[in-house]
């Protein structure tokens, strides 16, 4: 069973742009979260998608938003980017089991210069 | 809001002895989970804990839930370099949501 895709793996973008993250869950998983991981931080809750509908949003600005397709594929975007953006964005995918355990995709790290 | 204090932030111990890192939450949880991530690598699931007074173990790996189900430990008896990484632990509140700790990032010293 494939594990959880992220692409693209690494980027460089400058302030004021703005990117889009793209997270493929593993087959059958309908959950689908974010999280921006920078040192000393942990891992920070963006938002979780289940069947197209967001369930749960952490505590970031509207520049952060995310949305879920009917295959269970997810992109998050980040608009005008600022410099503290800069992180590792970890996609993680859950089944609906007794456990439901986070499984993590390898990420996409964002610089933004 | 809810918050998960995990301490120490980072451990040095010398290969054979053992480590302890500490989670802490600002509210009770309905459960938590410990993961693990070697570096430069992702999180990895290790286990789950459910019930107040949990006690699980993993080989040398040993995970205790509290009795108010607001607190966990992990603790590695006679550490290898395997263990090398950050560990972290995620508190799920009854909304479904995890509250990651800021991690213990560990190095063993050969």
């Known amino acids: 069973k494939a594990g959880v895709t992220q692409t693209p793996r690494y980027l460089i973008k400058t302030r004021g742009q703005q990117v889009t993250l793209s997270c493929s869950p593993i087959s059958g998983h309908r959950s689908v979260s974010w999280y921006q991981q920078t040192p000393g931080q942990g891992l920070q809750f963006l938002f979780e998608?289940?069947?197209?509908?967001?369930?749960n949003k952490g505590n970031f600005p509207g520049r952060f938003s995310g949305r879920q397709f009917s295959n269970s594929r997810s992109e998050m975007n980040v608009s005008t980017l600022e410099l503290g953006d800069s992180a590792l964005y970890l996609c993680?995918?859950?089944?609906?089991?007794?456990?439901?355990?986070?499984?993590f995709g390898e990420g996409s790290r964002l610089t933004v210069l | 809001g809810q918050q998960v204090m995990q301490i120490p932030q980072y451990q040095h111990v010398q290969e054979g002895e053992d480590f302890t890192t500490y989670c802490n939450s600002s509210?009770?949880?309905?459960?938590i989970q410990w993961y693990k991530q070697r570096p430069g690598g992702h999180p990895v699931f290790l286990i789950q804990?459910?019930?107040?007074?949990e006690v699980k173990k993993q080989k040398r790996l040993t995970f205790q839930f509290g009795e108010a189900k607001k607190n966990s430990s992990l603790h590695i008896t006679a550490t290898q370099t395997t263990d090398v990484g950050t560990y972290f632990c995620a508190g799920r509140n009854t909304g479904n949501q995890f509250y990651f700790g800021t991690g213990t990032s560990l190095t063993v010293i050969p």
């Open positions: 998608y289940f069947s197209e509908t967001q369930r």
């Open positions: 509210t009770t949880l309905s459960n």
């Open positions: 804990l459910v019930k107040s007074g």
């Open positions: 993680a995918s859950r089944s609906r089991g007794a456990v439901g355990e986070l499984f």
